[in-house]
């Protein structure tokens, strides 16, 4: 049985990459680490802005990864295996890597992130689009 997607409308078109790309972030997401997604306020005449907020305790600045590539953020997470030995009585708190993909918009883009109290925040902005009308010309032929 074949799936049919909203964005196979006839009134959408050239939506088939949009596709492609919502189905491949949506397959990855295993829920790890959590995440919020906040629209700030801002002052009158600014465009909005978005923040993207994970919780990545114990990890390091250099054990993260933000990187923006054809309107996809990536947010990486690797910590490397203790060497140590130790003896644990409980493991609760593991290693583990994660990748962390949004889809972003045309037109946003990234201002910056920030590690603060296990807190990873990366802050977006989205201006306002420029709106014009262009008229198309009709050519007639015989």
């Known amino acids: 049985m074949s799936r049919v997607s909203s964005l196979s409308n006839p009134f959408l078109?050239?939506?088939?990459?949009?596709?492609r790309?919502?189905?491949?972030v949506t397959k990855g997401a295993d829920g790890y680490p959590p995440y919020n997604v906040e629209r700030l306020d801002v002052g009158?005449?600014?465009?909005?802005?978005l923040r993207i907020t994970l919780a990545v305790a114990g990890f390091s600045p250099d054990q993260l990864e933000v990187t923006l590539e054809e309107m996809e953020l990536t947010i990486r997470g690797r910590q490397a295996e203790e060497n140590m030995e130790r003896t644990f009585l409980h493991r609760g708190i593991a290693a583990r890597q994660f990748q962390r993909t949004f889809v972003l918009a045309e037109g946003m883009s990234v201002l910056g992130a920030e590690l603060r109290n296990g807190l990873l925040s990366v802050d977006l902005v989205r201006p306002e689009p420029v709106r014009s009308v262009k008229r198309i010309s009709i050519v007639s032929r015989p």
């Open 44 to 49: 009158p005449g600014e465009p909005p802005r």
């Open 13 to 19: 078109l050239g939506f088939d990459e949009v596709e």
């Open 21 to 24: 790309v919502l189905d491949r």
